[in-house]
């Protein structure tokens, strides 16, 4: 759904000297500062002399065959939530403001440089990543890559890491999931955005929002992208997809939670993708999931997100809580309420939550479910509280499915030109990444080409 280059292609052009990675830098660098452009919005920070450099460093590598990946020298754009070594982590806050630079870079920005990936700049984000919808008091808000001329939300948290891939300000985005903060933004910019299983990538070095709920993912163009990245920040092997074939695919598309509320261009989308992977001979198999009618009673009082965020942030916000987005702090001081006891038995009914969805849905090659029940609202149409807080919960209830039970998922563009932009969610049990990885492949070639 995007007319910039793959990780592929690009890799291809640096090997075959059509390009080199100073090129991809600047080129990238004039997007950010094209002012009629998204750039102010979509980058806190851009770390403009240090990306140069870098290029010029893997460009001279290259030269003598010592390029540490076939990727090296291709931007890529860092979530504001991450420490880069000699720069304050703000978190798309004001509040870190005061903050000192960080002393070392996250292992998760260590493996991208480690690969020859070229950081250039930090992304724009929800306040300290609690939303699914990247709207930013501090910083301004980048606009969906849909209607511009009007300006729709871009999906959060990591909001300016999908509108830096998309616009090809940077070629892929480091980005966090809790409850869908790369998917829904991949979703609202017709782009590919992956929630890996949370052990698979450390997040050390990442101001928490959910140490039980976040994960740490890419937002990219294709399924082989994030592959590719995810497999860096894994620490792993890259090695080529697989992709599965379509026919005998056994989906499971859950009937529980995931289709309640659907806007209509979200249920057409959604449905046109299923009677297209159907007519490729995939088993589309409609089930109960009786499992997620038990994820939002565990988030009536805010759940693990509210009661962990206020943990963390319980000092700063006595100390700076005017200077929060006051929908952010909202959010966080539902956890002051809960008691230790309530916690603890929230921790224990999601661990019974993980054990029985698991049995429920491994034996399927995916479940698909679309990523959000929305497509993106009109940014001025949130302006009203009670507008925003329902956005906001169809925004991330869907995603937040996964995380709860500790699944991988991916979000793959479905819409047809013209149409506002819709996520196909595939997603599978804990640890099934690089089969995830596969069978989204093959749906990506039948149903985004």
Known sequence: MTDHPTLAALAADLDAGRTTSRKLVEQCLARID????????????????????????????????????????????????????????????RALDDNPPAESDAPAVARLRGAGFVVIGRTNMTEFAYSGIGINPHYGTPKSIFGRDVGYVPGGSSSGAAVSVVDGMAHVGLGTDTGGSCRIPAAFNGIVGFKPSQSRVPRDGAVPLSFSLDSIG???????????????????????????????????????????????????????????????????????????????????????????????????????????????????????????AEYIDTVAARKSLIARATARLAPYDAVALPTAAITPPKIADLADDKAFTKANLLALRNCTLINMIDGCAISLPCHAAGEAPVGLMLAGVTGTDRKLFDVAAGVEAVVCG
């Not at 450099?53 to 290259?62: C, G, N, Q, W």
């Not at 931007?75 to 720069?87: A, C, E, N, W």
């Open 34 to 93: 094209d002012a009629a452009g998204e750039g102010a919005g979509a980058f806190i920070h851009v770390d403009r002399e240090a990306a140069l450099k870098a290029a010029d460093a893997m460009d001279a590598l290259r030269a003598i065959k010592a390029a540490p990946s076939p990727y090296a020298g291709i931007p890529v754009s860092i979530k504001d939530l991450f420490d880069i070594k000699g720069q304050v982590t703000r978190a798309g806050s």
């Open 218 to 340: 890419p937002l990219a163009r294709s399924v082989a992208c994030c592959a590719v990245v995810d497999a860096v920040l894994a620490d792993q092997p890259i090695v080529p997809l697989t992709p599965r074939s379509v026919k005998g695919l056994r989906i499971a598309v859950p009937t529980t939670v995931a289709l309640d509320e659907l806007d209509e261009r979200v249920r057409t989308a959604f449905e046109r993708a299923l009677k297209t992977l159907a007519s490729h001979g995939a088993i589309i198999e409609k089930i109960e999931v009786p499992e997620f009618n038990d994820v939002a009673p565990l988030g009536a009082k805010g759940g693990l997100t509210a009661a962990e965020s206020y943990a963390w942030h319980r000092y700063l916000i006595v100390a700076q809580g005017d200077v929060y987005d006051p929908r952010v702090r909202e959010r966080i001081l539902r956890g002051e309420t809960q008691s230790a």
